[in-house]
């Protein structure tokens, strides 16, 4: 089966400039995850899909940041206008919804890195 | 709120000795353990995890932990290293469904 893919794999723009961050999730899985984790810091939550349904938003630093998941497929990352402090990489992951949250492995993304100068 | 440190941002070993890369966590509710492994490149991949049950968990790779809550500690150990292992490691918990707090990640450099 193909993994999570994200696009695009690097991304770099400047202050201000929006970008648009894409991520497919494995074919059925209706849990979709974005992390992210700035230059040598933690791998943080941002945000967490079931379907198109956002379950938990509470990870998104501020509202320049919009995540859609229509039709329950894949996901965009939205960040409008992008900030020095946006840099970093981020992962998109996907699970299958179970019972029980960690029957399911969680599979990730290679991860896009967005470099805002 | 959960947390977790990984004491050591690098560790250099040789090729064929043994290695341990230390995680602490800190949580007031129950806790399930993750360590995740991230090659060059690439996206995380699971190494092992830690929900219920026996204290020693055994991954791939050769890798296992043990889960020792007296120490809230969940330390990923491995007998004998290879060039391939050299990679960078992660400690996560979850308390429901993959909403994680990773550590800050260890680096791991096996020397020839």
């Known amino acids: 089966e193909a993994g999570v893919t994200q696009f695009p794999s690097h991304s770099v723009i400047e202050k201000g400039q929006t970008v648009t961050l894409r991520c497919d999730p494995i074919?059925?899985?209706?849990?979709l995850y974005w992390y992210r984790r700035v230059m040598g810091k933690e791998i943080k939550f941002l945000l967490h899909?079931?379907?198109?349904?956002?379950?938990?938003e509470s990870g998104m630093p501020n509202n320049r940041f919009l995540a859609e998941r229509t039709g329950g497929t894949y996901s965009t990352l939205k960040v409008q206008p992008a900030e020095l402090e946006d840099s970093g990489v981020y992962f998109c992951a996907s699970s299958q919804l179970t019972g029980s949250s960690y029957n399911s492995p969680l599979h990730f993304g290679n991860g896009t890195r967005l470099t805002v100068t | 709120a959960q947390s977790v440190t990984q004491l050591d941002s690098q560790v250099p070993v040789f090729e064929e000795a043994p290695v341990e890369l230390r995680c602490n966590y800190s949580?007031?509710?129950?806790?399930?353990l993750f360590w995740y492994v991230q090659y060059p490149n690439q996206g995380l991949q699971l190494l092992l995890k830690y929900l219920s049950g026996s204290t020693l968990v055994k991954g791939i790779n050769g890798f296992e932990a043990e889960f020792n809550k007296s120490q809230t500690s969940f330390h990923l150990r491995k007998p004998s290293v290879h060039i391939s292992d050299t990679a960078e490691y992660f400690c996560?918990?979850?308390?429901?469904?993959?909403?994680?707090?990773f550590g800050k990640g260890t680096l791991l450099t096996v020397n020839p």
């Open positions: 899909f079931v379907k198109e349904s956002k379950q938990d």
């Open positions: 996560a918990s979850g308390g429901s469904n993959y909403k994680l707090t």
């Open positions: 949580s007031s509710v129950s806790v399930y």
């Open positions: 074919s059925g899985h209706d849990n």
